[in-house]
C-alpha cells in the first residue's frame, strides 16, 4: 500500500484514458489517495466488470481520499487506487462495496505509481462480479457516443417506412420485411460495424 498526492482524476462508470476528457468533464483534483497492488486479472475484472468488494476493505478506505475543494478540503468516503505491474486505476464505491466509478488516470501520473511500487506486495482483494459488461476496450469516447446514439434511435423507430428507407441508406437495396431489417441493423451496431454506424449517425443528422 501507498499513498499518492496532488493527482487528477475523471470519474466514469466506464473509466476514459485522459486523452478522451473533455474539458466539459468534472475534474476531481485530489490532494492524497491510497493505492494497492493487486494481480492482474483481478484489476482487468474491476475495471471491466460491475464488481463489489469485500466491505471489511471499505473500512481501511473509509474517508481516506482528500479532494481540493477551493479553499476546503473535502473527503471522498470510499476511494482509491488499485494498480499492477501495468496499469492503475482509481474507483469510487458505494457502502455495500459495489463499484460506483472507474478513472484512468495521467500518463506520469500512471507511471509514478507503478514504479514507486514496484517492490510492493500484492494485497488480495475479495470481490464479487456481479455483472459482466458487453464492453469492447478498444472503443473510443466518440465511437462508444456513436453507438449509444444510434442504438437509441433504433429503438425508438415506429414507422415500418422509416425502418425501410433507414436499412436502404445503409445496405443499397430493399429489404420489404421491416422485422427483418431493423434486426440486421441492430445486429451490425452489436457487432461494431462502423460502415453501418457511420451510415446510421449520417441519417439521424439529417432527419434532425
Not at 37 to 59: C, E, G, Q, R
Not at 80 to 85: A, L, N, P, T
Request: charged share 35%; with cysteine.
Amino acid at each position: 500500500m501507498q499513498k499518492i498526492y496532488d493527482i487528477l482524476l475523471n470519474y466514469k462508470k466506464n473509466p476514459y484514458e485522459f486523452y478522451e476528457w473533455n474539458k466539459t468533464d468534472n475534474i476531481d483534483h485530489i490532494k492524497s489517495i491510497l493505492c494497492f497492488k493487486i494481480k492482474d486479472d483481478s484489476l482487468y475484472d474491476l475495471i471491466n466488470n460491475d464488481a463489489k468488494i469485500d466491505v471489511n476493505f471499505l473500512k481501511i478506505i473509509k474517508d481516506k481520499t482528500e479532494l481540493f475543494g477551493g479553499k476546503l478540503v473535502k473527503n471522498i468516503e470510499y476511494a482509491c487506487i488499485f494498480y499492477s505491474g501495468e496499469v492503475a486505476c482509481a474507483f469510487e464505491f458505494y457502502k455495500d462495496g459495489r463499484i460506483k466509478n472507474r478513472s484512468y488516470l495521467l500518463f506520469d501520473e500512471e507511471e509514478d505509481i507503478i514504479l514507486s511500487g514496484k517492490l510492493d506486495k500484492i494485497v488480495d482483494i475479495k470481490y464479487e462480479i456481479i455483472k459482466k459488461y458487453d464492453y469492447n476496450d478498444c472503443i473510443t469516447r466518440n465511437e462508444a457516443k456513436k453507438i449509444s446514439q444510434v442504438t437509441k434511435y433504433m429503438d425508438n423507430i415506429k414507422s415500418k417506412d422509416e425502418i425501410k428507407y433507414i436499412y436502404f441508406e445503409c445496405f443499397n437495396e430493399e429489404e420489404k420485411d421491416s422485422s427483418i431489417a431493423i434486426k440486421k441493423l441492430k445486429e451490425k451496431i452489436k457487432n461494431l460495424d462502423n460502415n453501418i454506424i457511420d451510415k446510421l449517425t449520417k441519417v439521424i443528422n439529417i432527419k434532425k
